[in-house]
């Protein structure tokens, strides 16, 4: 039974309500991608599908618009997929479990995939209607836009003749973003040696943290599990000697980790419960306002083979010293930040430690820099980068048509003027602005929080006023 078939705009929250059943997390994306095939099918729309699963539909102008110059609506059919901790969903495999209240939207113990799950919505609604004036549609579905935005890479662009892009990919409805940072995925390997080591085996637990999106949260303050698990391990070591067997945490690269937990073989293990239990109440307060669910938590592990005392000292270093966070902020605009990188997650081989980093920056010196710093720690424990997913920055563009007119349409139907702002987090914009000269975008969204986690929510007001405000700036292309 329709969850969200009480709410308005109808037809956009039905296609939303259909996405949400097929799994779409990032590098999953062939089912999804292959449904908007069968949407543009049924609506006799012209449809090009690629090797990547990218989607590009066209629909032609409605009588009167058809010298109006083509407009590109513009999102991404992948999603961040994260659990609760009491979840079992496999997101691999089951759609979403939707739920509503009275203001928002949000799926039952996952991440909802409002982003960018609304922004296909809106736009295969706006393709299906036959009541709306528009000039020329190009509608470009992407994939893997959460682990690099590969598909607008990779994507084709020939068939695009639209020299103005509505980008539906953001997560404010007061906000047009109109500048964005470039950035890459940073993985850093070390290598790895076992062997048995007398002592008592130990899960160590860093969660409750809120976590989010590395590209609009990483200036809140949020604590990132992966490096706070290194400091409770760092306080471990100064009660009793132990070798880490395990770490694990984090779910992409872009996302703020918010739980992490390592195994480890302890000689002392009243020690180590000692050391857990003076950093819960170190976080606690050091987090009190921007992560007050932060726990620490120790509990009996399995056995296991544990590292070396050299490979356990080497990921201990990695976990305390490799940088995180907010690097520089913007010197010309205030209170944006400029360079940051995430520590978004850890895995733990037989052989190989990875750590998965998103850098960002709107100086692309200054990525090659975190590039290069990333290199240098990697050297001390014998180990390698790699970088992949790099995209460009996009650069504010000071003659706007496209800004002019969403900005009198929007003072009309909200009353006031809306924000004009750049954004740290990367924006496909700057992908297509570097593959269409003379690019006209800007980005805008519903409001939805709690992104790249668990607790999303998108709100329904909200996408209400979206609709119009995009319908109405299609109308007044004319």
Same mark, same amino acid.
């Given at each position: ?311 356990? &000292? ?125 690019? &006209? ?38």
């Amino acid at each position: 039974m329709a969850v969200l078939d009480h709410l308005e705009p109808k037809n956009v929250f039905s296609f939303f309500e259909e996405i949400a059943a097929i799994p779409h997390g990032s590098g999953n994306t062939k089912a999804i991608s292959d449904y908007l095939a069968d949407f543009a099918f049924a609506h006799a729309l012209e449809y090009h599908q690629d090797a990547m699963n990218n989607m590009i539909i066209i629909k032609e102008a409605t009588p009167g618009y058809e010298k109006v110059p083509p407009v590109i609506l513009q999102g991404h059919m992948d999603m961040v997929c994260d659990l609760a901790p009491d979840c079992t969903k496999d997101m691999t495999r089951e759609g979403l479990d939707l739920a509503c209240t009275e203001d928002y939207v949000y799926a039952k113990g996952t991440t909802l995939g409002g982003d960018d799950g609304i922004g296909m919505a809106l736009a295969l609604a706006i393709l299906a209607s036959e009541d709306l004036a528009h000039p020329r549609l190009e509608v470009v579905i992407t994939a893997d836009e959460e682990i690099g935005m590969l598909g607008a890479l990779g994507l084709d662009v020939s068939r695009l003749t639209a020299k103005t892009l509505i980008n539906l990919d953001s997560e404010t409805e007061d906000t047009f973003f109109v500048s964005c940072a470039g950035g890459n995925l940073t993985h850093l390997t070390m290598p790895v040696k076992r062997g048995p080591y007398p002592g008592t085996p130990l899960s160590i637990s860093v969660s409750g943290l809120r976590g989010g999106h590395s590209g609009i949260d990483i200036h809140l303050g949020r604590g990132n599990a992966i490096q706070l698990l290194g400091r409770v391990l760092a306080e471990a070591a100064g009660y009793t000697d132990f070798r880490i067997v395990d770490v694990k945490g984090g779910g992409r690269e872009n996302a703020i980790p918010s739980e992490a937990q390592a195994v480890i073989v302890a000689l002392d293990p009243a020690g180590i419960e000692k050391a857990c239990a003076r950093m819960d109440e170190i976080l606690k307060k050091e987090l009190a306002t921007p992560d007050p669910g932060v726990t620490v938590t120790v509990q009996p592990a399995g056995e296991a083979l544990p590292m070396s005392r050299k490979s356990s &000292d080497d990921l201990l270093f990695l976990l305390t010293c490799t940088p995180n966070g907010v690097q520089v902020m913007s010197p010309d605009i205030p209170d944006l930040v400029q360079t940051s990188l995430n520590l978004g997650t850890i895995a733990v081989g037989d052989l190989e430690v990875d750590l998965g980093f998103c850098l960002r920056s709107s100086v692309d010196t200054q990525t090659r820099m975190l590039v290069d710093r990333l290199m240098q720690f990697s050297m001390v424990v014998d180990g390698d980068i790699q970088v992949s997913g790099e995209y460009p920055g996009w650069p504010f563009r000071t003659d706007s048509p496209l800004r002019e007119l969403m900005t009198q349409v929007y003072v009309e139907q909200f009353g006031k003027e809306p924000k004009i702002k750049a954004i740290h987090a990367g924006a496909e914009c700057g992908v297509f602005a570097g593959k269409i000269p003379g690019l &006209d975008c800007l980005c805008i969204s519903p409001d939805m929080t709690g992104l790249h986690t668990y607790h999303e929510k998108l709100y329904i007001e909200s996408t209400q006023r979206i609709w119009n405000l995009v319908t109405e700036t299609l109308k007044r292309m004319k």
